[in-house]
């Protein structure tokens, strides 16, 4: 990668895939990030690049770089795989791009600081240009993602009332759902990822409140 391809993907602003950093920020928003990404589809995080895309580099490459492999190794759970590249701007700044693919292992965890009960453990993921955490629903599929196997239900009355409720409306949260057939929001969260890991449904993560909607291939 060289400065033009720098320019090429700072024209296209932060988004799903792509996240700018001025300087390596403290240790777990460091982790935080790069654990949405690799939970998420992947992405890149560009150091030295402005939030409106003016690329500025970092002075000292070296120090930066030690900070987040300091950050991944202390606050991802398991680890996280990346690939880290300095691109020179002028003589003597550089952008450091850090390369993180889609997981084989994800959820990924964050790890926080020590508590009464332990450490604790907050899995994100990459909605638009946002780090949210993970709902309950979404790592539920992410664990089915890393160890798919057959999926067996009962398609019942209450199966039946989603879907004709998701032909006129189009998605649906847990909350809805729940209310929508009356049962407790436990079983309607078990129904749902159930039905997501059939590919009939499809999970939307949101910062507000994750919802489904009918799977792409689903007629």
Same mark, same amino acid.
């Given at each position: 990668?060289?400065?033009?391809?720098?320019?090429?993907?700072?024209?296209?602003?932060?988004?799903?895939?792509?996240?700018?950093?001025?300087?390596?920020?403290?240790?777990?928003?460091?982790?935080?990030?790069?654990?949405?990404?690799?939970?998420?589809?992947?992405?890149?995080?560009?150091?030295?690049?402005?939030?409106?895309?003016?690329?500025?580099?970092?002075?000292?490459?070296?120090?930066?770089?030690?900070?987040?492999?300091?950050?991944?190794?202390?606050?991802? *759970?398991? +680890?996280?795989?990346? $690939?880290?590249?300095?691109?020179?701007?002028?003589? #003597?700044?550089?952008? !450091?791009? =850090?390369?993180?693919?889609?997981?084989?292992?994800?959820?990924?965890?964050?790890?926080?600081?020590?508590?009464?009960?332990?450490?604790?453990?907050?899995?994100?993921?990459?909605?638009?240009?946002?780090?949210?955490?993970?709902?309950?629903?979404?790592?539920?599929?992410?664990?089915?993602?890393?160890?798919?196997?057959?999926?067996?239900?009962?398609?019942?009355?209450?199966?039946?009332?989603?879907?004709?409720?998701?032909?006129?409306?189009?998605?649906?949260?847990?909350?809805?759902?729940?209310?929508?057939? *009356?049962? +407790?929001?436990?079983? $309607?969260?078990?129904?749902?990822?159930?039905?997501? #890991?059939?590919?009939? !449904?499809? =999970?939307?993560?949101?910062?507000?409140?994750?919802?489904?909607?009918?799977?792409?291939?689903?007629?």
């Amino acid at each position: 990668m060289d400065l033009s391809d720098i320019k090429r993907y700072v024209s296209f602003g932060e988004g799903q895939h792509i996240e700018f950093k001025h300087r390596a920020p403290r240790p777990e928003r460091i982790a935080k990030e790069i654990i949405a990404l690799a939970n998420a589809r992947g992405g890149k995080l560009f150091v030295g690049v402005e939030d409106d895309g003016t690329i500025r580099g970092v002075r000292d490459v070296e120090e930066e770089s030690f900070a987040f492999r300091q950050a991944l190794e202390t606050h991802c *759970d398991p +680890p996280v795989a990346y $690939a880290m590249e300095r691109v020179p701007v002028t003589r #003597k700044r550089e952008v !450091l791009v =850090l390369d993180v693919p889609e997981s084989r292992e994800k959820p990924h965890y964050l790890v926080g600081i020590v508590n009464g009960n332990g450490r604790a453990r907050t899995p994100y993921v990459r909605v638009g240009d946002q780090s949210i955490e993970a709902s309950r629903e979404a790592v539920r599929l992410m664990k089915h993602e890393r160890a798919p196997g057959d999926v067996r239900f009962e398609f019942g009355d209450k199966e039946r009332v989603l879907m004709r409720y998701l032909d006129r409306h189009e998605q649906i949260t847990v909350e809805g759902f729940a209310r929508l057939v *009356d049962i +407790p929001k436990r079983r $309607a969260s078990q129904t749902l990822v159930l039905l997501a #890991k059939a590919n009939l !449904l499809r =999970l939307h993560p949101n910062e507000q409140a994750d919802y489904f909607t009918l799977a792409y291939d689903v007629e």
